[in-house]
């Protein structure tokens, strides 16, 4: 990787494998790609990457409601108090939630006409991120790495 992960992570010693660079590697370029995300989400919109996703997710399936279960299972990176972020939506008033008619046990939540309307508004800028942050690889570039994490994710090894 032309010592690129271990100037960012300004590591004097080897890396002790091959695969562990590359995971530090991942590791590093998906926290400088969320940064800016982040920091714009926050400005703009007052919401954290973790908000928006849940946002996201419940706009997809509007106008179907999802447990917080289901919520969770389709997060892009995993929170493990679903319902905090709920809560926090909810008082916004992006997200409102209500008892299942089948399971009274099992709370659902739908988005709000507010929450679709944030969303919305930030439409044009998820569009536009990707290329913003990527778009220097050029096509190829971006083909290989789109085969080379469609095999990291499809066969990934297991831990412990």
């Known amino acids: 990787m032309a010592d690129t992960v ?49 946002l996201r997710i419940l706009r997809g399936a509007h106008p179907a409601r999802l447990a917080c279960s289901e919520i969770g299972e389709r997060m892009i990176a995993r929170d493990p108090d679903i319902t905090r972020l709920v809560d926090r939506l909810a ?16 709370v659902e939540v739908g988005i709000t006409a ?9 439409d044009v800028h998820v569009r536009r991120m990707p290329k913003a942050l990527l778009g220097h690889l050029g096509p190829a570039r971006l083909r290989r790495l789109g085969d080379l994490l469609d095999a990291v ?8």
């Open 6 to 54: 271990a100037r960012a992570l300004r590591q004097q010693t080897p890396f002790s494998s091959p695969e562990q660079e590359v995971l530090l590697g991942l590791r590093v370029a998906v926290a400088r790609i969320m940064e800016p995300w982040a920091a714009f989400l926050k400005t703009t919109a007052q919401l954290t990457p973790h908000q928006y996703n849940v």
């Open 91 to 106: 008082k916004r008033g992006l997200v409102e939630r209500l008892r299942s008619d089948r399971d009274r046990r099992v």
């Open 114 to 122: 507010k929450g679709r309307k944030v969303v919305s508004g930030l």
């Open 153 to 160: 994710i499809s066969d990934l090894g297991s831990f412990p």
